[in-house]
């Protein structure tokens, strides 16, 4: 299991980006150290992550 590791490290770049700008728009206060936030908070941002890269990936089939 690769749980917490990215498995192509030049990606971490930008999905730190893509995690801080979902985090943003979701108002929820992303950090280095994010231990005071809920798992509701987390979780709402990782599924928004999910749904928007599924999406574009079903974009790029057509």
Known sequence: MTRGRTLVPEAKQGLYKFRTEIANELGVPFSEYNGHL?????????GEM???MVEQYERNLK
């Open 50 to 52: 999910v749904k928007r």
């Open 38 to 46: 809920t798992s509701r908070q987390c979780g709402s941002v990782g």
